[in-house]
């Protein structure tokens, strides 16, 4: 019975998805070979309309100039905003056909909307951690290169910093920034689009001590990239001191958790065996909201020491 | 049906006698200006919670925010209300969720929504603090090249900072009019309780005088103190709350310890009805 009822969900459910990847490809298409299949006017309306201008996309498009694989400035945030859209249509169509709920459409939201978002903002948190680390890197290598023109200088960098390096995109667009601005404001706005991304106090001396190598001659840039690097590595040595205080939280919530759970409930179970332990957690009332609990405080031990056992290079 | 049979004949009721009301054209122009939607909207606009935004950095005016905020408000109680009046069921959820929109955004003290602006608000000081000990950088810089005046070479980086910028224009003014030490102090008090800016504007003021050869060596062991200073700043909030972290992460597994507890102790009473 529950057999025959999956093979009709499916059945169902195969034209809807059909339906929804068809239109994501004409989506796709769409933004990416500006295809003329749909009619000019509408092409012209789309094309035309100042994306920077919106506050949703400006905030998409700061996130995904890290968190984004292959980033394109505005594109990749209109995409990204298609897809929610047609996630969560997906998953309300889904929902309405065969669980008939009344708050469908909120589920469709958090589920279509909430969770992309999410990952997004985790990911971009990540790689912020990361490009902090980074930035030490290229304050080294940008020594290297300080007698050069700024914008020469920053090409260099960009070219010998490792794949690795989460700031080698940034740093070569900060580098076009530099050789090819139009007025100062322009060349402000990119170099505070790169400060804020990396969002440290050296990030925004760097920038300001690139700006007024730009504008005033770099002949003491070599000094104020040598005190950046000095301070940074002082406070590396802050941060590390700082983990090591930390390091009972931190093991605490990435593995000690997981291992007396897991001992705990081996033990009892050795004493109750497994199929009582596993009745008496899932059909005693206390049992439910107590595994509950638990399962929810895991999780929240596990990000706190993910974020804990990471924190960024700053003051 | 009968529901919006009754909706409809109400409405137009209520359609025609505010026609016949406003039959004069008198009292028909005094409707209307009463019922401006600028004047309206005028009312929504609020102080402290302006102040509230404009600090945590928000560039959303409170008339709009208060605007959008009754509109989710009035959806809901609408939507919800109207479907719980025609299905005849009573419930809470709605008068639930109003509260709780009103609770996480509303600036007052004691409330989820002051607690996120007033973390909002310490971001975008330690945003500040990183441009000011950026401007003691470039002070040095300033000192080094072309040692320009100090109002001058204020207007001259003030563009180059995102969040301090119109302070420093000010500054740069007032140090124009009504010279350094007194737009100095005025600087200063923009930053109560703040760690390093009283020390920035002694800085400032002892080396204004100074040829830049003096300028510049001190200027540099200053940047390290002011960098230590942050770095100390650093290590104390992390230790603030490492003991917090220390006890959240603890929780599950004393959650575990319970659990275990709880569940033999069931067991044993369910085995000991089951005998006796």
Same mark, same amino acid.
């Given at each position: 019975?529950i ?7 499916f ?7 059909g ?10 298409v ?8 749909i009619?000019y ?26 968190a984004?694989r ?17 996630? +969560? ?10 669980i ?8 469709? @939201? ?13 990911r ?12 030490a890197?290229v304050?080294?290598l940008?020594s ?8 020469? !200088? ?8 490792s ?18 601005y ?11 689009r790169?400060?804020?991304t990396?969002?440290?106090?050296? +990030? ?5 001590e690139?700006?007024? !190598? ?5 002949k003491?840039?070599?000094q104020?990239?040598?005190?950046i ?8 040595? +802050? @941060? ?10 931190i ?16 033990s009892? !179970?050795?004493?109750l ?15 439910v909201?107590l595994?509950?609990?638990? !399962? ?16 960024k290079?700053?003051? | 049906m009968?529901?919006?049979?009754? &909706?409809?004949?109400a ?14 054209a ?48 009035l ?8 479907s719980?009046?025609?299905?005849? =069921? ?9 509260? &709780?929109i ?15 602006y ?11 603090n990183?441009?000011l000990?950026?401007?003691i950088?470039l002070?040095e810089?300033?000192?080094?090249g ?19 910028g ?14 350094? =030490? ?21 800085i ?7 040829p ?10 200053e940047?390290h ?11 104390e ?6 003991t ?22 069931y067991h ?6 089951? &005998?006796?």
């Open positions: 019975m057999k025959l009822d999956l093979i009709r969900l059945i169902m459910a195969l034209p809807l998805v339906l929804i990847w068809a239109s994501i490809l004409i989506a796709d769409q933004m990416q070979k500006r295809s003329v299949r009619g006017k509408l092409r012209r309306r789309l094309f035309t309309v100042k994306y920077r201008d919106y506050g949703l996309i400006r905030h998409l498009d700061r996130l995904m100039f890290l984004a292959h980033y394109r400035p505005v594109e990749s945030a209109i995409r990204f905003c298609l897809f929610c859209l047609l996630a +969560a249509a997906a998953v309300f169509a889904l929902l309405a056909t065969f008939p709920w009344q708050r469908s459409s909120a589920l469709a @939201v958090i589920l279509g909307v909430g969770i992309p978002y999410l990952i997004l903002r985790i971009h948190a990540e790689r912020g951690v990361k490009a902090s680390y980074d930035l890197e304050i080294k940008l290297r290169h300080a007698h050069l023109p700024v914008h020469t !200088a920053l090409k260099r960098t960009a070219e010998n910093l794949d690795r390096s989460v700031l080698k995109r940034p740093v070569m667009v900060l580098a076009d920034a530099f050789s090819s139009g007025s100062p404001d322009e060349l402000q706005q990119e170099a505070f790169f400060a804020s990396i969002g440290t106090t050296f +990030a925004t001396q760097l920038v300001m690139l700006i007024h !190598a730009e504008r005033d001659g770099s003491h840039l070599n104020s990239l040598k005190f690097n000095e301070a940074i590595e002082g406070q590396r040595n +802050a @941060v590390l001191g700082v983990k090591k205080e930390n390091q009972d939280a093991a605490l919530g990435i593995w000690v958790n997981l291992a007396v759970i897991a001992i705990l409930s081996w009892t !179970a050795s004493f065996t497994w199929s009582t332990f596993f009745r008496l957690i899932t059909q005693t009332e206390i049992g909201t595994s509950l609990a638990v !399962a929810g405080s895991l999780v929240t031990a596990f990000f706190i020491g993910r974020v804990l056992s990471r924190p290079l700053d003051y | 009968r529901y919006i049979f009754l &909706l409809l004949a409405g137009g009721l209520a359609w025609m006698a505010t026609l016949m009301a406003t039959a004069d008198k009292i028909r122009k005094r409707l209307y200006r009463r019922l401006d939607a600028k004047r309206l909207a005028d009312q929504l606009h609020n102080d402290s919670l302006q102040k509230a935004l404009s600090d945590a950095g928000f560039s959303i005016s409170a008339k709009r925010f208060n605007l959008f905020r009754l509109l989710i408000i959806t809901i109680l609408v939507t919800e209300l109207g719980s009046f025609i299905t005849g =069921e009573r419930s809470v959820w709605p008068l639930f969720m109003v509260f &709780l009103w609770f996480t955004t509303t600036p007052r003290p004691m409330t989820l929504g002051w607690f996120v007033t973390k909002l608000k310490q971001r975008r000081e330690r945003q500040k990183r441009e000990i950026a401007l950088r002070h810089q300033n000192k080094r072309q040692n320009l005046k100090f109002d001058v070479f204020l207007k001259r980086v003030a563009n180059h900072f995102e969040f301090l119109k302070e420093l224009i000010a500054l740069s003014e007032r140090v124009t009019d009504d010279g350094l =030490e007194d737009a100095i102090r005025w600087f200063t008090s923009l930053f109560p309780d703040h760690p390093f800016a009283g020390q920035i504007g002694t400032l003021l002892a080396t204004e005088q100074l830049s050869e003096e300028a510049v060596p001190y200027l540099e062991q940047s103190t002011i960098a230590r200073i942050s770095s100390d700043l650093y290590a909030r992390w230790n603030t709350l490492s917090l972290a220390l006890i959240v992460n603890a929780t599950p597994s004393f959650a575990m310890f319970f659990l275990v507890i709880a569940l033999v102790l044993i009473t369910s085995i000991q009805n089951l &005998l006796f």
